[in-house]
């Protein structure tokens, strides 16, 4: 399953929203019924770090300024007051079908 | 608290294997799934494999079938990805990370083919 995210780059103005969008080459619906698309944040020399499981469900420690929706093959990360420590890549990953694959990432930065 | 602490640094040369090592601590590590993930310079993850420790029930993505061996040692809850035949191409940050579980990733083990 190829995963596409845009934009590649997402320079922000500190407390302006941010939006990620990624779609996949098909659905992500399980047959258990679930929809296993999830979201990562990589800031510069760190592991990756999951923010958000299953679509729209926040992991914990992440902040509510984060927020996943979409359905299907269509899925979008919002951010609703970018920080400072919100810089970095982010990676859309689905888990519905086997290899398991990632978004080619966006990067954030500060404006 | 969860933790995944790998091995550190390697530098071998072409030709060469090398086993990279990920140690688990705070869960019961025979109940999760636990994998590997690429990353090479500059560029985006990709997962190579994943185990059920419980079993060592083991799947790889066809990419990686047949370049990499993924076991566990149950006895020190312990991860291994080994690489064979090593190339400077293979030369990347390798990450343990529980596939179906939120928590950390290892602090990476950044691989490196040198002549």
């Known amino acids: 399953v190829v995963m596409t995210q845009s934009p590649s780059s997402l320079p922000v103005t500190l407390g302006q929203p941010a939006s990620i969008s990624c779609r996949s080459s098909?659905?992500?619906?399980?047959?258990?019924?679930?929809?296993?698309l999830h979201w990562f944040q990589q800031r510069p020399g760190q592991s990756p770090r999951r923010l958000i499981y299953q679509v729209s469900n926040w992991d914990s420690g992440v902040p509510d300024r984060f927020s996943g929706s979409g359905s299907g093959t269509d899925f979008t990360l919002k951010i609703s007051r970018v920080e400072a420590e919100d810089v970095g890549v982010y990676y859309c990953?689905?888990?519905?079908?086997?290899?398991?694959?990632f978004g080619q990432g966006t990067n954030l930065e500060i404006k | 608290e969860v933790q995944l602490v790998q091995s550190e640094v390697e530098v071998k040369k072409p030709g060469e294997s090398l086993k990279i090592a990920c140690k688990a601590s705070?869960?019961?590590?025979?109940?999760?799934?636990i994998g590997w993930v690429r990353q090479m310079s500059g560029k985006g993850l990709e997962w190579m494999g994943i185990i059920y420790p419980g079993d060592s029930d083991t799947r790889y993505a066809p990419f990686f079938q047949g370049q990499v061996t993924i076991s566990v040692d149950k006895s020190i809850s312990t991860t291994y990805l080994q690489l064979t035949s090593l190339q400077a191409s293979d030369t990347a940050m390798y990450y343990c990370?529980?596939?179906?579980?939120?928590?950390?990733w290892g602090q990476g083990t950044l691989v490196t083919g040198s002549s």
């Open positions: 098909q659905s992500l619906v399980h047959s258990d019924g679930n929809t296993y």
């Open positions: 990370a529980r596939p179906y579980s939120s928590g950390p």
């Open positions: 990953m689905q888990g519905t079908h086997w290899p398991y694959t």
């Open positions: 705070g869960y019961s590590f025979t109940d999760y799934w």
